[in-house]
């Protein structure tokens, strides 16, 4: 296939570009110094996908109202985000820094800068006494019971104003323009949509007005031929998402409809926009900004940028339509170009996991594309923890600055013993490092318990990559890498062979001892997979014990696509308590029948997974089980509610009772157990007594079980370093 449309050049504004890939606003968090100046490992990490071809890229969240929105500033006035605000020259110099540096490749670099989180913030300055602030009274999204209270029209137009310098400041760091953070309900979305303003006097009722405010300006600060883009949710979704009772309980029934999101792009090229990046939801339905792996490609594209683009057509303006979420499929992003739905392509999470994709589709290797597998363990999950945005699938991502590789000095022999995320990226790492390598996996393929989760339809974008993996070990051999199948290892199998053997085996899983449960058939979850989830005809009734995100699939999957009748028990307040807020809201908004990996209403479940949080299973007496559910027990169906994280104190969280029971029975044929894993360190621990080689690691689950960033990260850090 050709992708001609990718590779053509356009224009936003004056800005001419060399093709019409431009990179979402993934980054910024925790790269730079604690004053907001931009470190080098934000610099390096934008370089790098300058080097990999993208057209245009836009920085991440840059907030500006200092002083306005506390939730900006963490303890002794330091802060999380870049800053750009005011007139720092200190802070300046680390800008001007990353525009020269991408420059060169010939992509182009937006600013993105947004009116500060409102609601969506976090909520510890309020519990320390700081008041937050929102567009009217709301609360804020972590902790309900912590209230915002409406910011003056005095305010607002000071936050307008420092939003026009600090354009103006990016625009003298080297910036090609602007693109405004006006979605996923921030405070810029707050003070421009239905669920959040409900202001009655004052400039700002006019739920326009901020935008159009803040276009001018931009454009009176900066001069109206430098470019602006505007991103926006064209609807929150909200009532689509949940349907009319929740609508009206959680959230006022109120939202931006698409028509009104159709005029307000009107008013705001009116005012001076350039190109409208859009996308649909916000941060109570986080799934649909950020699209996790269950979504299909390009889940509502036509939906909405190609909704704007036909409006635009009909009204003839000439403003650019950027379409986005999960475009990393090349031939579907091409396929956006040519239908006529945008003018230009969005990625985000794929150029994390490759800033190469557009060179790799340019010189059609499409192939050899690491692709995004949707977890969000890294470019989420770990600034949420404290760090900053990385990638479960590519190591250097957010590491650009420190993370090298380099040819070895002594060439090693090196023994690989499991053929998963963990032994694949150890066995490429130390490959292109000149050691000579050997891989042993006692299956017949590659993959591991990636290979068995690819069983489920959900779990498309793990396929993906397992394919690319496949792909890049079977070019590797063709190189020398030796990969030996079906190969159980034993520790005299490697002994004294071998410089360094690092173990990549996996976990062993179990299943509990429960009365009863020799009466009743039943498979461990891997196992269950490893059958192509294969059930006897006559089943009809299924248990799934373990609420953590593989039970959660599970019990989807088999009522999704065998249409069973399936109960799901988990031990936790809360099911999948570790899982990423948008995967897990997803998850739970397609268990409850709200959604569907299509998106579509009526691709929902007809009969929704019926849960028992806080729930153990007692026994088994023919086809019954015996749960004892604890009574103060939460509705498991809440996905527009977020996890707090266990560091965070939340003083308003009430604790069960663990004393307040009772028994339940329900019907069951057959049981599948999804309660986790151990760590397998059997060979290792006898390869470290048998002195099997000089250097001996242990990686991934065998080590301590965890997902695939973990599992690829480790498995670098020790290839690029022995």
């Given amino acids: 296939m050709t992708f001609e449309k990718l590779f053509e050049q356009d ?21 730079a110094d604690p004053f907001g100046r931009p470190l080098n490992k934000m610099i390096e990490y934008f370089i790098e996908r300058a080097k990999g071809g993208t057209g245009l890229l836009i920085t991440g969240l840059v907030p500006v109202s200092y002083g306005i929105d506390p939730t900006i500033l963490e303890e002794n006035n330091t802060t999380y985000f870049p800053r750009i605000d005011g007139s720092s020259r200190t802070r300046l110099g680390g800008w001007r820094d990353l525009t020269a540096g991408v420059k060169p490749y010939g992509s182009k670099i937006f600013i993105q800068l947004s009116a500060g989180l409102g609601r969506v913030g976090s909520p510890e300055p309020a519990l320390k006494g700081k008041i937050l602030r929102s567009s009217s009274w709301n609360r804020n999204f972590y902790i309900p019971q912590v209230p915002h209270l409406p910011l003056s029209d005095r305010k607002i137009k000071k936050i307008v104003k420092m939003l026009g310098q600090s354009a103006a400041n990016a625009k003298i760091s080297g910036f090609d323009g602007i693109h405004i953070h006006g979605h996923e309900g921030y405070l810029m979305d707050q003070l421009t949509s239905a669920p959040w303003n409900r202001r009655i006097f004052g400039r700002y009722r006019n739920k326009f007005q901020f935008g159009i405010d803040v276009v001018r300006e931009i454009k009176e600060r900066c001069g109206e031929d430098f470019p602006v883009i505007y991103r926006l949710d064209l609807t929150q979704a909200l009532q689509e998402s949940y349907g009319d009772e929740i609508f009206r309980k959680h959230f006022h029934g109120k939202e931006r409809t698409i028509d009104e999101g159709l005029r307000f792009c009107k008013a705001l090229y009116e005012a001076g926009v350039d190109a409208f990046d859009v996308d649909k939801g916000c941060y109570d339905n986080w799934f649909w900004p950020h699209p996790p792996s269950y979504f299909d490609d390009a889940v509502y594209v036509r939906e909405m940028a190609g909704r704007l683009k036909d409006y635009f057509r009909h009204e003839d303006i000439p403003a650019k339509v950027i379409a986005v979420g999960k475009l990393g499929k090349p031939e579907k992003a091409e396929e956006v170009l040519k239908n006529g739905w945008a003018d230009f392509v969005m990625l985000g999470r794929p150029l994390l996991a490759d800033p190469y994709w557009p060179a790799k589709v340019r010189q059609n290797r499409p192939q050899e594309i690491i692709h995004c597998i949707g977890d969000h363990e890294g470019c989420i999950e770990s600034f949420k923890k404290g760090g900053h945005p990385c990638c479960s699938v590519n190591p250097y991502t957010g590491f ?27 066995a490429i790492t130390a490959h292109k490092r000149g050691h000579d390598v050997t891989v042993f996996e006692k299956t017949g393929k590659i993959g591991g318990q990636l290979s068995l989760a690819c069983k489920m339809t959900i779990k498309h974008d793990i396929r993906r990559y397992l394919d690319n993996l ?30 360094v053997i690092i173990c990549c085996n996996g976990l062993k899983t179990m299943i509990p001892s429960i009365n009863g449960l020799e009466r009743i058939r039943h498979l461990e979850a891997r196992e269950f997979l490893s059958r192509d989830m294969e059930l006897p005809a006559d089943v009809k009734d299924v248990l799934v014990v373990g609420g953590g995100m593989l039970g959660c699939e599970i019990a989807y999957s088999l009522a999704y696509e065998k249409e069973l009748n399936v109960t799901l028990v988990g031990k936790n307040k809360e099911l999948m308590p570790e899982t990423v807020l948008t995967n897990r809201a997803q998850m739970l908004w397609m268990l409850m029948g709200k959604g569907s990996p299509s998106g579509k209403q009526e691709d929902s479940l007809k009969k929704p997974v019926r849960v028992y949080n806080a729930s153990k299973v007692e026994g088994f007496s023919g086809e019954k089980a015996y749960i004892k559910a604890n009574v103060g027990r939460k509705n498991p169906y809440t996905p527009w509610k977020a996890l707090i994280p266990e560091n965070v104190n939340n003083p308003f969280e009430k604790r069960l009772d663990p004393y307040n029971m009772e028994e339940i029975v329900i019907k069951t044929d057959f049981v599948i157990f999804a309660i986790g894993g151990e760590a397998d360190d059997t060979l290792y621990n006898k390869l470290l007594k048998a002195h099997s080689a000089n250097e001996i690691y242990c990686v991934g689950d065998s080590s301590r079980p965890g997902g695939v960033w973990e599992a690829v990260t480790g498995a670098n850090e020790i290839a690029r370093n022995i």
Avoid: H, S, W
Avoid at 16 to 27: H, T, Y
Avoid at 480 to 496: P, T
């Fill in 11 to 31: 224009r936003i504004g004056e800005c001419k570009l060399k093709n019409r890939i431009i990179m979402a606003p993934v980054g910024n968090i925790n790269m």
């Fill in 400 to 426: 650009e600055d420190t993370k090298k590789l380099v040819r070895a000095n002594t060439i090693k022999k090196v023994a690989i013993i499991g053929a998963g995320p963990a032994g694949c990226e150890a």
């Fill in 470 to 499: 496949q792909y890049r070990m079977e070019l590797l051999k063709k190189e020398g890498l030796q990969i030996e199948l079906n190969k159980m290892v034993e520790a005299d199998d490697v002994k004294g062979g071998f410089d």
